[in-house]
Each structure stands twice: as C-alpha cells, then as structure tokens.
C-alpha cells in the first residue's frame, strides 16, 4: 500500500550505516550497485511511482543529522519554488508546480531553504528537531513592516 | 529534443529527480545544487562519471547508490577519460547497429572538483578536450581538496587559509594566485566554455542545456561553496555564492569555439571583494593591519579580469 507521495513505502526505511559491515579485503573490486529493481527511465516517473532497489540511497535515511529542522507553512507559501531549486538534500517535494511538503527522512536540516524563501513573513522557519509541527505552526511570526 | 524548455522556477519544478537524497555530502553544500539541477534540465538517458572527490565519496558510499542515471566511478583522475571512452564505445556500436535502442538520445557527463580538474587529472581532461569526444566536463569548484581535509590546490584563490598553506605569523595562507582554468579549457578550442554559479539557476541551467546539446567536449566551471572548509554557516551557501558573483570573484561568462566571450550577467551593483571574503573564516587573517595589502591585491586582480572580460567581449575575438 502507498504511503502517498510524501511518505512512500520505501523511502527512508533504514538509518545509514545500519547495515551490515563487511572488511576491506572482503568487499568485491567493481561493484555494480542497481538503481531500480527493473529497467526504468526515471526522467519520466515519479519518484512515488519508481521501483527502487535497496541500493537507492533513497531507502536510506539522514534523519538523524539534523539537529534543527524547516518547518513548512502552507498559508504563506506563494509556490515560487526557490526551496525546490536550492535544496541540496532533494528533500523538498513539489508536484504539478506546487510545493507539497518537506521529506524529512533525507533532509540535514541546513536551513538553505528558509534562507532562499521571499515571502513576508517566511513560509519556512528552522524549529528545534523536536518541536511539533503544530506547535510550531502556532508561533509563526507576523508580517514585519518595511522599515522607511 | 528532449530538453525540457525552462521559462520559469515553476515549469522547472516538474522535472522529475534523478539525485536521489541521504547522499553525504555535507548540509548546505552547493555540489548536490549543481548536480541536481544538470540532471533536472534534461530528459535525455545521462551516462556520468565522478572523479574522486566529495561527490564521488558522498554518493556511492557502499551499499548505497544515490545516481538514478548509469554513473561510473574509477579513479582521482580519469572521469574524463571514462566519460570519452563510454562515448567511444556507444558511437562504435551505434554503428556496428548493436544498440538496444539506437535512438534513445543520451548524453555523456563527466564531474570533478577542482583538484582532480585543475590538478591531478588535468592531463587526462587534457587529452579527452583535444580528442574531441562529445562529453561535458563540470567542475565542482570549491577551491580546496575538501575530501581529504582541505588542503591547498590550483584553484585556491591568493591568500586562503588552507591546511597546507596556512596562515600564521610568518604567511598570509596561500601566496599564488588561481589558475584561469576557463581560459586553458577555451584555448583547446572547445566549442562551449563556461563559468556558472548555482545562485543564478536560470543562467546555470541554460549553459547545462547548451552544453549538453553541443557536439563536442564542453568544459563548465562552476562555483561550489564549502561550508566546510570556507568556514561559514550551511544556512548561507546561496548568500555566498551571491557576493561571489556579485564582487566579480566568480564572473560569469561563457566562451563559444575558443573565441567568441559572452559575459552572462552583470552585476547591478558591484559589491568590494572585502564583504565576500569578511563573510568566510578563511580569509579571517586578512583582515590584520599587516595583511591588508592581500586584499589590496585581490581586489586589483578582480578589476582587471573584468577590464579583460568586457574588452574582449566588446572586441568579439
């Protein structure tokens, strides 16, 4: 079953480093490591829709790098997507030119995002890792007047 | 063509990624920007390869693969070499007729720092320009070995605090200048020649698309800020790479068959180089009385580089 696009069932499903270690003079010289399960031209599927192989950095998760975290407001967001464009992390998802969310299994919590966004007040603000959304959501800041 | 026409942020947003996130590159590193948006900016089948550096270390950490796209890996310096010989080799069975599919259009990518461009694999980047195979080389440059703890290379701008020239009572950190890699690459007479910066995405996507749809090898340097090793906050990468393009440390430009120089954006205002170098820990020793004259020096360099840019543009030569 799909966990929608946001969460889809393989993604970020195990902590980097997890997995089972083998010795240097164990590893195979030139590995092969497939992308997908089955052949696949990803410049036209979506992500939610791909046959990911448990080699895809994408069943991987970083999660626990982060020590703040973006949260998204939605009520603000004019969809320009400077995040989308400048997120090193790959972790902001837009879909049909609308910013949907934040995929917090593969975002660092590096803060470009609400660095890059224009709207006033920011419809991205960094909050503490443990921080609620709603929490958050419920100190936004209000609109700063242009100093004359 | 399968290049995927960008007018705007919003028509760009549709691509669909082929990097893939939990790569290792550090928070807020403009690597993982570039790359994403080279893979973003067309639809076409990428054969790539990595030099060993940041990029390769970080997305190919193994079990883990982070390319949705064929990427090879082989040594420090041979991407270039990889990426013409994959070329060769897809051309000779083009040919011989034993593609599976002749006439899926793919696109051969070769990725370095600035290390392995401007130093170690320099003679094999060399060799593949003068070969004339249809490949893009980009640089990442971040103008330090990043990977390995961050010492001095031949893209280290004047007066940098690297590990191994670093600044002290006796040095100001590295004491020649950087190497005008665009210019050596130009003087191959390659037939497409960028510098480019992440900051101004539109300019950079375009250049991608051109040079992937150039026949021949086409050379991109791009500007890749460290957090790490510049020493400034990850939250500020975007803002960096704006005071380097806009104090003209990183002009943008580009240079058709060896000759002909665009400049590609002017700056409305031009910012003095000491803002770009205040904003990183690096330059920090530049900013003692007894070091002034570095930036004196930096600053001198800029104006005329740009003097040369704008002349040359004007003379069409």
């Known amino acids: ?148 | 063509m399968a290049i995927t026409s960008i007018k705007n942020l919003k028509e760009f947003s549709t691509a669909n990624e082929r990097f893939e996130g939990a790569h290792l590159l550090c928070p807020g590193c403009a690597h993982s920007m570039i790359v994403r948006e080279l893979m973003n900016c067309t639809d076409d089948n990428l054969v790539i390869a990595s030099n060993t550096g940041c990029l390769e270390v970080s997305t190919a950490v193994y079990p883990y693969t982070s390319w949705d796209t064929s990427w090879i890996h082989i040594g420090f310096e041979n991407a270039a070499t990889a990426a013409s010989g994959a070329e060769a080799m897809y051309k000779a069975r083009k040919r011989k007729g034993t593609l599976k599919d002749p006439d899926a259009p793919v696109k051969f990518v070769a990725f370095g720092g600035d290390g392995s461009t401007y130093d170690i694999g320099f003679q094999w980047l060399s060799g593949a320009m003068e070969r004339g195979h249809d490949f893009t080389y980009i640089c990442l440059d971040n103008e330090n070995y990043a990977n390995t703890g961050g010492q001095r290379s031949s893209a280290t701008p004047i007066g940098a605090n690297t590990t191994t020239a670093q600044a002290g009572r006796v040095s100001y950190g590295k004491k020649e200048k950087k190497k005008d890699m665009v210019a050596i690459m130009a003087a191959h007479g390659a037939p497409y020649v960028a510098q480019l910066a992440p900051n101004k995405w539109k300019i950079m996507a375009k250049g991608f698309q051109k040079a992937l749809e150039t026949e021949g090898p086409c050379f991109i340097n791009t500007v890749s800020a460290c957090t790490t090793e510049w020493k400034f906050d990850p939250k500020d990468t975007i803002h960096l790479t704006d005071l380097a393009t806009d104090t003209l440390m990183f002009p943008i430009y580009e240079i058709i068959d060896g000759h002909e120089l665009n400049i590609l954006y002017r700056p409305k205002n031009i910012i003095p180089v000491e803002e770009y170098l205040a904003a990183q820990g690096r330059y920090k020793h530049l900013f003692k009385p007894e070091n002034k004259h570095v930036i004196e020096q930096i600053q001198k360099d800029i104006d005329a580089k740009w003097e040369y840019l704008q002349r040359r543009e004007e003379a069409r030569v």
């Open chain 1, 1 to 148: 079953m799909s966990r929608g696009v946001l969460a889809t069932e393989k993604r970020g499903m195990r902590e980097l480093g997890a997995e089972e270690h083998v010795g240097w003079d164990e590893v195979t010289q030139g590995t092969l490591l497939p992308s997908f399960e089955k052949d696949v031209d990803a410049a036209h599927v979506r992500p939610e829709e791909r046959p990911y192989s448990d080699f895809n950095s994408y069943t991987a998760t970083v999660a626990s790098w982060r020590v703040i975290k973006p949260v998204y407001n939605r009520d603000i967001c004019i969809d320009c997507q400077n995040c989308w464009v400048w997120c090193p992390d790959t972790s902001i998802v837009s879909r049909d030119k609308q910013m949907l969310g934040i995929d917090y299994d593969h975002c660092k919590g590096c803060g470009v995002c609400v660095e890059v966004c224009p709207t006033n007040p920011k419809s991205l603000l960094m909050f503490g890792e443990s921080e609620e959304t709603e929490a958050a959501l419920a100190k936004w800041p209000e609109k700063k007047k242009k100093a004359k």
